[in-house]
């Protein structure tokens, strides 16, 4: 199945809430991947209400990597997010950004494996500009996504920074048809000026929403029906379209059309 990276640049939160709202809203067996080299977000927020093992994640599946066991240990590390289903899933982040180093041999089998696995995987990279970014793994990505938001010229013009970086360190992004897109959380400058400024298509809009993504963070109660998980699944759509228009490959199977509620 597919393998989706999201990153974000400086100025615009909302890459690891947009990230987990699709994960639980899309109807396809989904695995959220925390990629981001300053730290996962998960286990302090959306599941810090759960008694859950700390040992379980990215960090022990580099070494298994390193092993040549990472295929076959890749179940065991991750976390069902809507038990005992297992069609929504999770591999947490390293909970300290020092050990970020420890994941630079991996990140292209990690790449590899998450492409090749039977998950629709979203890879929440974090920014781009921290050291340590997974540049293999964004590499291997069948489509890169930079989440943002288009309130002002403040936000906007880091993007403008990062997009460059984008598609002069990955090959497949260059060019106005490259596997490169933004999704935009909340609203601003218009999609059109966004995209004619950037270069860069716009494949999803992402609401703003205070209380639900408060909730996707672990604190309070969200809504289902809210406008942040609305826009989760209609990004679903367009995003497919995206990486099927890009690779020509099947689309994803359809599995079920209800998100599981926020507050898990
Ligand atoms: N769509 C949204 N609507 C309202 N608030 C949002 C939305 N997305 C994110 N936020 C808020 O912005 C803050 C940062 O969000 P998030 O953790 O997703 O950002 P991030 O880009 O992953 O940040 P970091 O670089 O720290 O990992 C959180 O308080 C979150 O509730
Ligand atoms: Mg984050």
């Not at 591999?91 to 041999?105: H, M, N, R």
């Not at 089998?109 to 998950?119: D, I, K, V």
């Not at 400024?197 to 604190?219: E, F, H």
Request: aromatic share 4%; net charge positive.
């Amino acid at each position: 199945m597919p393998l989706i990276a999201m990153v974000s640049a400086k100025g615009s939160p909302g890459v690891s809430t947009a990230a987990l709202a699709c994960t639980l809203a899309w109807p396809a067996p989904t695995l959220l991947a925390e990629c981001d080299p300053a730290g996962g977000d998960l286990l302090a927020g959306y599941l810090a209400k759960y008694d859950l093992p700390a040992d379980r994640g990215i960090l022990p599946l580099a070494g298994s990597v390193l092993r040549g066991s990472a295929e076959h240990d890749l179940t065991g590390q991750l976390i069902d997010l809507d038990p005992p289903k297992q069609k929504r899933l999770a591999l947490q982040g390293i909970a300290d950004p020092t050990q970020a180093a420890s994941l630079q041999p991996s990140w292209a089998r990690l790449g590899e494996l998450f492409a090749h696995s039977p998950y629709l995987v979203i890879a929440d990279c974090g920014r781009l500009s921290t050291h340590y970014a997974p540049w293999p793994l964004l590499h291997r990505a069948d489509l890169v996504l930079l989440v943002m938001r288009p309130t002002s010229l403040r936000t906007v013009s880091p993007a403008v920074a990062a997009i460059s970086t984008l598609r002069r360190e990955l090959p497949g992004a260059e060019g106005p048809s490259g596997n490169l897109g933004l999704v935009l959380v909340g609203g601003g400058i218009s999609a059109r000026e966004i995209t004619r400024n950037l270069n860069t298509p716009v494949v999803a809009n992402i609401a703003w929403d205070p209380k639900t993504a408060a909730a996707l963070c672990g604190d309070g109660r969200g809504r289902r029906n809210g406008p942040l998980m609305k826009s989760a699944m209609g990004a679903f759509g367009t995003i497919d379209t995206a990486i099927r228009t890009l690779r020509n490959i099947t689309p994803i199977a359809q599995w079920d059309t209800q998100p599981i509620p926020v507050t898990r």
